[in-house]
Structure formats: structure tokens, C-alpha cells
């Protein structure tokens, strides 16, 4: 059974940093594409960066320059480098995977790490 299990949530004051991790398992688990998404209380959830097997990334226009995705292939795990964290930054960060977990293509997600940025 595929898990996605994230760490590095926490507490920071603005202007400061976190790193996000999110490892998929099992080792098997042909992974395709690996995102972070976000979601505060009474919104919908929402992209806040995207990368592609071969490296390319997408960002939410919210987050380009300060956030960073990348992804270890070998590890089947992707991070999310944030920098100058900002109060509106605040929310629930979950990890997306879509790949072949089994004989179908389908869409994993991790169980959320909380982010609070404090102003």
C-alpha cells in the first residue's frame, strides 16, 4: 500500500525558513509526478508547487522566489524549501504523488503537516 509520510511542519516568524520532506513508499512505488499542496480552514486547497519526474517545476505565483521544490528520485521523496515565510503562508501543507502504485495511475496524498508563520 503506497503512504506519503511528511515532515518539517512547525512554528517560524516571518521572514524565516522551513524545509517540508515527503518520502513514498514503498520503494516499488513508480512515482511520477510529486507536488505540495496547501490548505487554510473554509478554502479550497490549492497548488503551491509542482515537479516532474525529469525535474521540471511549477510554482503558484504566491510562492516564486521564496520557494523551492526538488525532488530525490533514488529516495522517492520531494521537498519544499521555504524561505521569507510570511503570515498568509499559514496552513495545512500536504504532499501529492501521482504514479503507479499499483496497475493503475493514481493520485496519493500525505496526511498534512501544519505550517504557522507568526507575524
Known amino acids: 500500500q503506497v503512504q506519503l509520510v511528511e515532515s518539517g511542519g512547525g512554528l517560524v516568524q516571518a521572514g524565516g525558513s522551513l524545509r517540508l520532506s515527503c518520502a513514498a513508499s514503498?520503494?516499488?512505488?513508480?512515482?511520477?509526478?510529486m507536488a505540495w499542496y496547501r490548505q487554510t480552514p473554509g478554502k479550497q486547497r490549492e497548488l503551491v508547487a509542482d515537479?516532474?519526474?525529469?525535474?521540471?517545476?511549477n510554482y503558484a505565483d504566491s510562492v516564486k522566489g521564496r520557494f523551492t521544490i526538488s525532488r530525490d528520485n533514488a529516495k522517492n521523496t520531494v521537498y519544499l524549501q521555504m524561505n521569507s515565510l510570511k503570515p498568509e503562508d499559514t496552513a495545512v501543507y500536504y504532499c501529492?504523488?501521482?504514479?503507479?502504485?499499483?496497475?493503475?495511475?493514481?493520485?496519493?496524498w500525505g496526511q498534512g503537516t501544519q505550517v504557522t508563520v507568526s507575524s
Open positions: 514503498p520503494s516499488w512505488f513508480k512515482v511520477n509526478t
Open positions: 515537479i516532474s519526474s525529469g525535474g521540471r517545476t
Open positions: 501529492n504523488a501521482n504514479g503507479w502504485g499499483g496497475a493503475l495511475y493514481s493520485s496519493y
